[in-house]
């Protein structure tokens, strides 16, 4: 037998290839090194569209970078922009969208996502869901801004009717030190 679950992102990456599907339209938000954004581009296959989307250059060079290598730059659309702004893309029927919040790793913690962004482009993005269609989200509330965003994001999705949508909270509390969380949410219809 092996451990489960080790962290939320590894958790959320499993579910990634459960439940996308070849011909998929989905997003991911911050795309940072651009992780996410290949295994997305892995599961919609050829007829399917990524959708990534980061406020610093570099972040979108190194995921183009990714991307190039595995062969699969033409099944994602790049976009450098505050992910506060989704709604300016004219988007539509996303299968699933991804969060991995805070700032890009190797990076300056200066350039971080916020409670206020966040809140933003989860408005829009639950808009731009179909049916049944999820959101994961990757919070980080170890750091001072961490917690202030996970405070904030803590009151919306409690906000969130639950006719509409599901919330689901994965943490661990039983970790020594503030550890990263994970929230799914889905549409219900």
């Known amino acids: ?22 011909g998929d339209t989905v997003l991911d938000a911050t795309a940072g090194n651009g992780h996410d954004t290949l295994l997305l581009a892995k599961c919609i296959g050829q007829k399917g569209k990524v959708h990534a989307i980061d406020i610093q ?9 990714r991307l190039l290598e595995a062969g699969l730059m033409e099944r994602v659309e790049l976009y450098c922009m505050d992910h506060a702004n989704i709604a300016d893309l004219g988007l539509s029927k996303l299968s699933l969208a991804i969060f991995n919040l805070g700032y890009l790793p190797g990076s300056s913690k200066e350039i971080a996502t916020s409670g206020e962004s966040t809140t933003k482009a989860l408005t829009a993005v639950l808009d731009l869901l179909k049916p049944m269609g999820i959101i994961l989200i990757t919070v980080y509330p170890g750091s001072e801004l961490g917690w202030q965003e996970h405070s904030e994001l803590d009151m919306y999705w409690k906000t969130l009717d639950q006719r509409i949508y599901d919330v ?14 994970g929230i799914m949410i889905q549409k219900l219809r």
């Open 168 to 181: 689901v909270e994965l943490k661990f509390p039983n970790r020594k030190n503030v550890s990263p969380y």
């Open 1 to 22: 037998m092996e451990r489960l679950v080790k962290n939320t992102l590894e958790l959320f990456h499993s579910m990634i290839q459960a439940y996308v599907l070849p």
């Open 57 to 65: 250059p570099v972040a979108l060079e190194n995921t183009s970078k």
